[in-house]
């Protein structure tokens, strides 16, 4: 909160005491004050189609400030945004992870990843703080779980490659991609990693239309086939 600096003006008729207000400069969030506090969200607000946006407040580590802005259609975790994070590699690797493993499991109850500990205990814990929030604001607004009764799910095509056969599982919410699941892929370290990447840029693009994951380009080429057939199949 900004101090009045007080400035005095010398006049005909005396001293007079004028106060000089500095304008906020915007809002600024809530940090943290230790390396692990309890969450709690900063900010909701509603979007289109009865979709909840929760933007939760910031949790400073010992490794970097975390904070998630959260997107639910009714109780449903359609998508995950990293708005502060560690500036470091392992978390930069670790984030796509945790968001589609998010993803998937619908809840904060997923695996830590291994050598970002850290910054993967404070992204728990700031997804529970807006799953928290979001209950409260469905149970105020019953409505809002409409969308999920419109929800589909879509199987792509299954393509056999020559590092193994690869196929996804597609769930929408009218025409929002909502969630990517791998019905089959190959066996094979690269395309472990590689798919929560294509599943990330998969959530962000709303489309097939991404780049191939340098690496894995022959999964990521099926990868992007199968999805296409099965967003052409949506009813």
């Known amino acids: ?23 906020s400069s915007g809002t600024s969030t809530v940090q943290a004050t230790t390396p692990a506090p309890s969450t709690s969200s900063s900010s909701s607000s509603s979007g289109p189609s009865g979709t909840n946006v929760v933007t939760t407040t910031t949790i400073d580590t010992e490794k970097g400030p975390v904070q998630l802005q959260v997107t639910f259609a ?23 992870k945790l968001v589609a493993e998010t993803l998937q499991a619908q809840s904060a109850d997923i695996d830590t990843v291994s050598g970002a500990t850290i910054t993967s205990e404070a992204y728990k814990k700031s997804l529970q703080a807006a799953i928290d929030d979001n209950a409260k604001t469905a149970s105020a607004s019953p409505s809002t779980s409409a969308s999920e009764a419109s929800s589909q799910t879509v199987d792509g095509s299954a393509l056999s490659t020559e590092k193994g056969p690869v196929q996804v599982q597609v769930t929408f919410a009218g025409t929002k991609i909502t969630a990517v699941k791998m019905l089959q892929q190959p066996n094979h370290p690269q395309t472990t990693a590689a798919v ?13 239309d991404i780049d191939t994951v340098s690496g894995a380009t022959i999964t990521s080429e ?14």
């Open 222 to 235: 099926a990868y992007k086939e199968s999805l296409q057939a099965a967003i052409d199949a949506r009813g």
């Open 196 to 208: 929560p990447v294509l599943v990330a840029e998969t959530l962000k693009a709303q489309s097939a």
């Open 1 to 23: 909160m900004k101090r009045a600096i007080p400035v005095v003006v010398l006049s005909i008729a005396g001293l007079v005491p004028v106060w000089l207000y500095q304008p």
């Open 74 to 96: 009714g109780t449903k975790i359609t998508a995950v945004k990293m708005l502060k994070q560690p500036d470091h590699p392992q978390t930069t690797a670790a984030v796509p």
